[in-house]
Nanobody, 123 residues
Framework: VQLQASGGGLVQPGGSLRLSCGSS????????IGWFRQDPGEEREFVAA????????LYQDSVKGRFTISRDNAKDTVYLQMNSLKPEDTATYYC?????????????????WGQGTQVTVSS
């Protein structure tokens, strides 16, 4: 099983992007899914997570009110809508599948990672 993140790109400050995360075997709907990001030389940091049913979500404080995580289990896809983007949001974004069904922040709970998609916020 592989995860694939897509939707990254170059956007001006204040702009929006929507990232998507899909799987190669239509298995996302059994698990909680998280989004993380990483800059070169920095540790990977938690961004957002959503539980199996799409009812419970978690966000990093710096993205609350700007990012929204959602999922469409019929399409086996998880989304990260990013609005009001800032230069400090620039990073490679990864989606990951948790071992269970509950949304969590701890990267150690995630056992399957996508390849990442680059988001660059710059004027």
């Amino acid at each position: 099983v592989q995860l694939q993140a897509s939707g990254g790109g170059l956007v001006q400050p204040g702009g929006s992007l929507r990232l998507s995360c899909g799987s190669s075997r239509n298995t996302l709907d059994y698990y909680a899914i998280g989004w993380f990001r990483q800059d070169p030389g920095e540790e990977r940091e938690f961004v957002a997570a959503i539980d199996k049913n799409g009812v419970s979500t978690l966000y990093q404080d710096s993205v609350k009110g700007r990012f929204t995580i959602s999922r469409d289990n019929a399409k086996d896809t998880v989304y990260l809508q990013m609005n009001s983007l800032k230069p400090e949001d620039t990073a490679t974004y990864y989606c990951a599948r948790a071992r269970g069904t509950t949304a969590v922040r701890d990267a150690g709970i995630y056992d399957l990672w996508g390849q990442g998609t680059q988001v660059t916020v710059s004027s």
